[in-house]
């Protein structure tokens, strides 16, 4: 008869005695993920989702958009999302813990975390009250929008943004992102 092999339950602690080499580590509820470094597409659509987000945010006053190495903790869980964007913390705090819980977070698609992003993560941000995850996928250029409390949408148009603290929506060209200069 074969027995499953018990999975290892990882730790924040133990995560955080792992080497600084290169990699990404994530742990989501005692569940360890590594990523190799991002493609240079990869970083190109965040570089481009950061440049119409962050004027955004700055003029509504919504906090400021994060990139990776900015984690979220929760639940003994550490992730490092593409983009979040939350409220700042006084400068001194040293950690992550008690930072304010992101309005959204976007994460990029690979083949090494399209399942994480679709499924452990999902339920992490859902769970810790993120009001807005989305999941921009470059194979099929397009963003998926999850909302708390609604269906999900996904769009190869425009996606709308408008959080509560804000006047105005923001709209994101979503072919953009993916569009080379011309």
Known sequence: MHMAAETKRWTLEEVHRLPDDGNKYELVRGELFVTPPPSEDHETVLARLHAVLAPYVAEHRLGQVYRPRAVMRV????????????????????????????????????????????????????????????????????????????????????????????????????????????
């Open 75 to 182: 639940e003994g869980s550490e992730v490092e999302p593409d983009l979040m964007v939350r409220a700042e913390r006084r400068l001194r705090a040293k950690d992550w813990d008690g930072a304010p819980t992101p309005i959204l977070v976007v994460e990029v698609l690979s083949g090494s975390t399209r399942r994480r992003d679709h499924e452990q993560k999902r339920v992490l941000y859902r769970d810790a009250g993120v009001q807005e995850y989305w999941i921009v996928d470059p194979d099929h250029e397009s963003i998926r929008v999850i909302r708390q409390g609604t269906d999900d949408i996904e769009t190869v148009g425009q996606v709308v943004w408008w959080p509560s603290a804000a006047g105005v929506a923001l709209t994101v060209n979503v072919p953009a992102l993916f569009r080379s200069p011309t």
